[in-house]
């Protein structure tokens, strides 16, 4: 490694060399080395040490440091600034043109594309499927995605001359110095179309309206996203397809509400069946089923019906069904039932009435659930 050579020597001046000296010699060896116009190989790394010594010969104090304790140091392992810093401030760019600017490809992956799809709350219970009509670029079938009419091929750029990028050249106090930038001609590629594909005008793709055929599994939730690998509009020259986002839109239930893979659900009992007791026909998802009403009943009673829920996405299992009771208060009587009701209220000891008059024993609401 030439790393411990001489700063002085690297920019060719003596150990007495003035500020001006050392600034004219680096100027020079800057514009010389500079990558962006030397094209050897080791052009990039002599420059770093050119202008490594000179961010140190050029400040006196790190020079007098140097003098001092330098023998042997060499800029690279040198402990004044960072490199990166130099380029910074005698660039703005922090690196060399031709190292930050690569030349690109036409090649372009294909973007991702996203449906809604509604489906019923029954659907969402046991999996459905669905064919989904998706509008999407496809590759053209004419030139295969490239964009290039058959038979031709792109040729080089005339602006870049190929090499997808062009110089600026600017002049600051140390020199001339040149810059690139990707080449607007050809987006950075190089490569310049002059006989596009008649078909898809050099595009290389296509609009067309594909059905894509989904599953939905059971258990599936509103606002899910499923991903169809693929299914998105097709790369460019090349480049792989997007992907398809299939958002699923479940409808609300008019009975059921789902907190999780449990169902819920309210039931009116008459007071009687509360009372007495009963059987009683529900309706659940996978229809009618009987349930009992004890004898007895309180309004506000949870039933439980075990696997009655929803099922896990990607597991085996359900969740419950649970029905909360409400006794009703029967509100239009005939003059027979009336008769009847005050007979029991009699029978009970409740005085009923507008001018009935009763203690009421308040007590602290429970917890449900
Ligand atoms: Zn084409
Ligand atoms: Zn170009």
């Keep these: 490694?030439?790393?411990?050579?001489?700063?002085?020597?690297?920019?060719?001046?003596?150990?007495?060399?003035?500020?001006?000296?050392?600034?004219?010699?680096?100027?020079?060896?800057?514009?010389?080395?500079?990558?962006?116009?030397?094209?050897?190989?080791?052009?990039?790394?002599?420059?770093?040490?050119?202008?490594?010594?000179?961010?140190?010969?050029?400040?006196?104090?790190?020079?007098?440091?140097?003098?001092?304790?330098?023998?042997?140091?060499?800029?690279?392992?040198?402990?004044?600034?960072?490199?990166?810093?130099?380029?910074?401030?005698?660039?703005?760019?922090?690196?060399?043109?031709?190292?930050?600017?690569?030349?690109?490809?036409?090649?372009?992956?294909?973007?991702?594309?996203?449906?809604?799809?509604?489906?019923?709350?029954?659907?969402?219970?046991?999996?459905?499927?669905?064919t989904v009509e998706v509008e999407r670029l496809e590759p053209c079938s004419v030139c295969e995605g490239s964009g290039v009419e058959p038979g031709t091929v792109p040729t080089r750029c005339r602006t870049c001359g190929g090499t997808g990028q062009v110089q600026d050249v600017r002049r600051s106090i140390f020199g001339t110095v040149m810059t690139a930038r990707p080449c607007t001609a050809c987006d950075g590629t190089g490569e310049e179309i002059l006989t596009p594909c008649r078909r898809c005008r050099g595009a290389g793709r296509i609009e067309a309206v594909r059905a894509v055929p989904i599953e939905l599994p059971a258990g599936v939730t509103d606002g899910l996203e499923l991903r169809v690998s693929g299914a998105g509009n097709a790369g460019v020259a090349g480049g792989r397809p997007g992907?398809?986002?299939?958002?699923?839109?479940?409808?609300?239930?008019?009975?059921?509400?789902?907190?999780?893979?449990?169902?819920?659900?309210?039931?009116?009992?008459?007071m009687e069946q509360a009372a007495l007791g009963a059987e009683?026909?529900?309706?659940?998802?996978?229809?009618?089923?009987?349930?009992?009403?004890?004898?007895?009943?309180?309004?506000?009673?949870?039933?439980?019906?075990?696997?009655?829920?929803?099922?896990?996405?990607?597991?085996?299992?359900?969740?419950?069904?649970?029905?909360e009771i409400r006794v009703l208060t029967p509100t239009d009587l005939t003059e027979e039932e009336r008769r009847l009701l005050e007979r029991l209220a009699e029978l009970r000891g409740h005085p009923v009435g507008r001018r009935a008059r009763s203690a009421g024993l308040l007590r602290k609401p429970e917890e449900r659930r």
């Design 243 to 270: 992907d398809l986002y299939i958002q699923v839109r479940v409808a609300e239930h008019p009975i059921f509400e789902r907190r999780g893979q449990d169902l819920f659900a309210v039931l009116e009992v008459p």
């Design 1 to 130: 490694m030439a790393r411990t050579r001489d700063l002085y020597e690297i920019l060719g001046v003596p150990r007495d060399a003035t500020q001006e000296e050392i600034k004219r010699a680096y100027r020079r060896l800057a514009r010389q080395y500079h990558p962006d116009v030397n094209p050897s190989a080791d052009a990039e790394e002599r420059f770093k040490e050119i202008a490594a010594a000179y961010e140190i010969l050029s400040d006196p104090e790190k020079r007098a440091q140097y003098d001092r304790y330098g023998q042997g140091l060499g800029p690279m392992d040198f402990p004044f600034g960072d490199i990166a810093d130099i380029f910074e401030a005698f660039f703005g760019t922090g690196g060399f043109g031709r190292r930050t600017v690569a030349r690109r490809t036409r090649t372009r992956h294909g973007e991702d594309l996203y449906v809604e799809v509604p489906i019923s709350f029954e659907e969402a219970a046991f999996g459905t499927h669905r």
């Design 280 to 323: 009683v026909e529900i309706e659940t998802l996978e229809g009618p089923e009987r349930i009992r009403i004890e004898p007895g009943t309180p309004s506000g009673t949870v039933v439980r019906l075990k696997g009655r829920g929803m099922p896990a996405l990607g597991r085996r299992g359900r969740g419950d069904l649970f029905v």
